[in-house]
């Protein structure tokens, strides 16, 4: 059974560009959610979904990031313009509903280095 | 303001000794903790789970115990062994945020190193 799957695994890029991360949930898990990894702030939650509808994205930076669903098998997380302050880690979750405190399944996260 | 915090960033532990990591937390209307183990370039991981209506839970070589009037969890692992070696992380949810329940707050981690 395939898990959590996130494209790329590493992208490195220049200041200004715009980057676009993947992700495709377990299938039939209607949570999706983006977290972002650094070494001062930890795991915070960015942005997370319910059947393909955003439900809070206060965790989101900036109007610099935006993240889509457009169905239940993929989602993007896109920054644009990067910058070197978004350089982190990437994680990806997906969970099934039925129970509070169900289980989030991980990606192995994308590592974003902006130059 | 952190609302979980594992304030030992690091633990080393003898091959075969029992491991225990702590999880303090502020916010009175979690109700559901989580551990989580990550290994280098993988995703965190599940690994117990304890509901606030529960005060233990155990899985094989795992414990996690509750003190809710202390706001605080650990998570012991015996026997420890050199595989356990890894970042685990201590996550907290609450059923009383609505939609947000199935958030979870996550501690920056403690790394566990098990020494052969």
């Known amino acids: 059974d395939a898990g959590v799957i996130q494209s790329p695994r590493h992208e490195v890029t220049e200041m200004g560009q715009e980057v676009t991360l993947r992700c495709k949930p377990i299938?039939?898990?209607?949570?999706l959610f983006w977290y972002r990894q650094t070494m001062m702030r930890g795991l915070e939650l960015l942005i997370y979904?319910?059947?393909?509808?955003?439900?809070?994205d206060s965790g989101m930076p900036e109007d610099r990031f935006s993240a889509k669903m457009p169905n239940a098998s993929f989602s993007t997380l896109k920054i644009q313009p990067s910058e070197p302050r978004d350089s982190a880690v990437y994680f990806c979750?997906?969970?099934?509903?039925?129970?509070?405190?169900?289980?989030?399944?991980f990606g192995d996260g994308t590592r974003l280095s902006i130059l | 303001d952190q609302q979980v915090k594992q304030n030992s960033p690091s633990l080393s532990v003898q091959e075969g000794r029992i491991s225990i990591l702590n999880c303090d937390y502020t916010?009175?209307?979690?109700?559901?903790f989580l551990w989580y183990k990550k290994y280098p370039a993988e995703g965190p991981t599940f690994l117990i789970s304890?509901?606030?209506?529960?005060d233990k839970n155990e899985d094989g070589r795992f414990t996690v115990f509750l003190n809710k009037s202390a706001k605080h969890l650990s998570l012991h692992i015996v026997p420890s062994q050199p595989g356990d070696s890894a970042v685990y992380f201590c996550?907290?949810?609450?059923?009383?945020?609505?939609?947000?329940?199935?958030?979870?707050?996550f501690g920056k981690g403690t790394k566990l190193s098990v020494i052969p």
């Open positions: 979904f319910n059947n393909n509808v955003p439900i809070d």
């Open positions: 304890i509901s606030s209506i529960k």
């Open positions: 299938s039939g898990h209607d949570y």
């Open positions: 916010n009175s209307m979690f109700d559901y």
């Open positions: 979750a997906s969970s099934f509903k039925t129970v509070q405190g169900q289980p989030q399944h």
């Open positions: 996550a907290a949810s609450s059923s009383y945020s609505g939609a947000g329940s199935y958030q979870l707050t």
